[in-house]
């Protein structure tokens, strides 16, 4: 059977460092039960890879453009990924 899973990289940029996103990010994805890994890079941007059922991370999508409290999103890019099956948590990495 095939998993219906979609896997997605999103690039964040705008004002999302030091505003608590990727904390925000992590949680919206925790409640949404999506697996991945949200992390900051040191152009100022933000990644995050977004797995779970395609309407759930298109919802995700969705709610990286509204973002945290303090942020202020100018755009979020997606490339598609390689569904691999994998679950799991969402984390936080460096």
């Given at each position: ?89 969402f984390k936080?990495?460096?």
């Amino acid at each position: 059977m095939n998993d219906p899973r979609k896997t997605v990289l999103a690039r964040i940029t705008g004002r999302v460092q030091g505003v608590s996103f990727r904390a925000w990010t992590r949680s919206a994805a925790m409640k949404l039960d999506l697996s991945g890994w949200v992390r900051n890079e040191t152009d100022g941007s933000v990644t995050a890879l977004l797995s779970g059922p395609p309407s759930t991370v298109d919802r995700m999508v969705e709610l990286l453009w509204q973002g945290s409290p303090h942020s202020s999103v100018n755009e979020v890019k997606i490339t598609q990924k390689e569904a691999d099956g994998a679950t799991g948590s969402f984390k936080i990495i460096q």
